[in-house]
């Protein structure tokens, strides 16, 4: 059996062992398997979906997992208009995710209320009532420009300090 | 093709069941009738069940806001003869109000809703009648011509 010798300590934590900080470490994992909400609320949904499939397949960066319950998902994925009627319940979903979490605006319409925005029934915007890390702008984007904005969710939550003055919460 | 239905012959029936309460609405389709609106329940329910008519399918349940009143419009339509008719109700500017038909028909009902919601004229006799697309604290009916957002 090799016994391992004083000398060759420095050489054996160089090649095994990586120092970092327990945050460092979370965010890391947290930034690679980002689980969505199943949650659509109009056509933006469908490019959603196709962002999902095999085609573009989100699960290249471990987002594949849409967990159908908001108590199991780190991002709220906002994809269609929100309108007064849908705003308390996209509301309450938020609520119930656990922290932390993250809001994608995606399309026109999340971000600004889009081609509705002077109806009597559309809210103007995700952002009027709900945190939003990143918008996605296009009528619908395309799952390419998803696919962008999930990348800029990993890079926000993997370096926290980058944009520690625009974080709207903890 | 469908067939249209003798209007004349089916106003005459009912003017003389139910008194003066119909009449030929004069447009481009040939086949709508107008109905006083206190008496829509009996003429729709005579209607429905006249086997010489037979129309017992609610096909669309809608509402227009002109100048001069609000007009409840019934679209129907038979399986066994394939002829339709359209039931006109023009109501007051003011208070606009008709008898709800939820009792013939049971797909009126979410019909009536939306005519209340979006245009507000008031089904009396409606079991259930609150908003339906809008929240409930909306104020207002939007689809109404002096709507301001």
New interface residues.
């Given amino acids: 059996m090799d016994v391992i010798k004083p000398h060759e300590y420095d050489e054996l934590l160089r090649n095994n062992v990586i120092l970092s900080t327990v945050d460092a470490a979370f965010n890391w994992c947290r930034s690679r398997s980002i689980w969505p909400l199943t949650f659509g609320l109009a056509c933006c949904a469908i490019e959603m979906m196709a962002a999902g499939d095999a085609r573009y397949d989100i699960a290249r960066f471990g987002s594949e997992v849409y967990k159908p319950s908001p108590r199991q998902c780190d991002l709220m994925i906002i994809a269609g208009t929100i309108t ?2 849908m705003q308390p319940l996209v509301a309450r979903l938020y609520e119930q995710m656990a922290e932390p979490k993250y809001v994608l605006a995606m399309g026109s319409c999340a971000i600004s209320g889009g081609p509705f925005t ?4 559309v809210v103007k915007g995700a952002d009027t009532f709900l945190p939003v890390d990143v918008y996605v702008p296009g009528c619908p984007p395309r799952p390419e420009a998803l696919l962008y904005g999930f990348l800029q969710i990993r890079q926000k939550i993997a370096n926290p300090k980058k944009i520690e003055g625009l974080r709207k919460h903890g | 093709m469908d067939k249209i239905v003798n209007r004349e012959a089916l106003v005459g029936e009912l003017n003389k069941k139910f008194g003066d309460c119909a009449e030929i609405f004069e447009d481009n389709t040939n086949q709508s009738i107008k109905v006083k609106p206190e008496k829509i329940v009996e003429v729709m329910q005579e209607i429905r069940e006249n086997p010489d008519y037979d129309f017992k399918v609610l096909m669309n349940l809608s509402s227009v806001d002109y100048p001069e009143n609000f007009t409840v419009v019934y679209h129907l339509n038979s399986l066994t003869y394939y002829h339709k008719l359209t039931v006109k109700v023009e109501l007051d500017k003011a208070k606009p109000q008709v008898p709800s038909i939820t009792s013939l028909w049971i797909a009126a009902n979410v019909q009536e809703r939306e005519v209340y919601d979006l245009m507000g004229i008031e089904f009396t006799g409606h079991p259930n009648l609150k908003r339906i ?3 409930d604290d ?1 104020d207002g009916h ?1 689809l109404r011509k002096d ?1 301001k ?1």
């Fill in positions: 007064k009627k002077d109806s009597y029934n | 697309l809008l929240s909306f939007p709507f957002n």
